[in-house]
């Protein structure tokens, strides 16, 4: 391998790196948001990463669709599960049980 390329393999790698994180902020804070308006308790303070695939979506175009999970609880007893499904950078569902 050229150094330029495992040069531009690294770069490459970081910005995918950044933008992962990027998601991964923006998922807990709107988790945070969506537990907030709904009167719900955001356990963990977190939101996990459970899928990430490629996707293409007509409207959109292509892009990586991520699936992140978060627990909340109404009672501060019984855990629930709730489910942020984003294409790109954008979040395209906010999932909970009511």
């Known amino acids: 391998m050229t150094p330029l390329a495992l ?3 690294i770069v490459v790698l970081v910005w995918f790196w950044q933008v992962s994180q990027h998601c991964r902020d923006l998922a807990i804070v ?5 537990c907030k308006r709904q009167g719900v308790q955001f356990l963990d303070g977190t939101a996990s990463l459970q899928t990430i ?3 293409f979506k007509h ?3 292509p892009g990586i669709k991520r699936t992140y ?3 909340y609880s109404e009672d501060g ?3 629930r599960t709730g489910c942020i499904i984003m ?3 954008r979040i395209s569902a906010v999932l909970v049980d009511s």
């Open 87 to 89: 294409h790109n950078a």
């Open 69 to 71: 999970t978060f627990d």
């Open 7 to 9: 040069l531009l393999l």
């Open 53 to 55: 695939r490629p996707y």
């Open 77 to 79: 007893i019984e855990r």
């Open 30 to 34: 709107t988790a945070r948001e969506t």
């Open 59 to 61: 409207a959109n175009g």
